[in-house]
């Protein structure tokens, strides 16, 4: 069974920074396409970047030009690099399948951005 352990969320102030990681166990991990998610309080679930087996990557609108995926194959972790933040980017962030999204899904990690 697939499984996900997200870390690295945390407080930051506007216009800082953080790199999310993401273990991935349970599948071939440089076989699968790899996507990070994020979920605000009232808001649906919703795919902000993805990458795929070959490094291709594409980001939502929201996040182009300010987050960055990545993927260590070595490691089977996903990152996430989130600079210029902005206060509507708190959210809990969760990596899962970037084409389509596994039915587990982990913990995820909180993401905060507040002065």
């Known amino acids: 069974q697939v499984q996900f352990v997200e870390s690295g969320g945390g407080l930051v102030q506007p216009g800082g920074s953080l790199r999310l990681s993401c273990v991935v166990s349970g599948v071939i991990f440089n076989g699968v396409h790899l996507g990070w998610y994020r979920q605000a309080p009232g808001k649906q679930r919703e795919l902000v970047a993805k990458?795929?087996?070959?490094?291709?990557?594409s980001y939502a609108d929201s996040v182009k030009g300010r987050f960055t995926i990545s993927r260590d194959n070595a490691e089977s972790t996903v990152y996430l690099q989130m600079n210029s933040l902005k206060p509507e980017d708190t959210a809990v962030y969760f990596c899962n399948g970037g084409l389509q999204a596994y039915d587990s899904w982990g913990q995820g990690t909180q993401v905060t951005v507040s002065a």
């Open positions: 990458i795929s087996q070959g490094g291709r990557t």
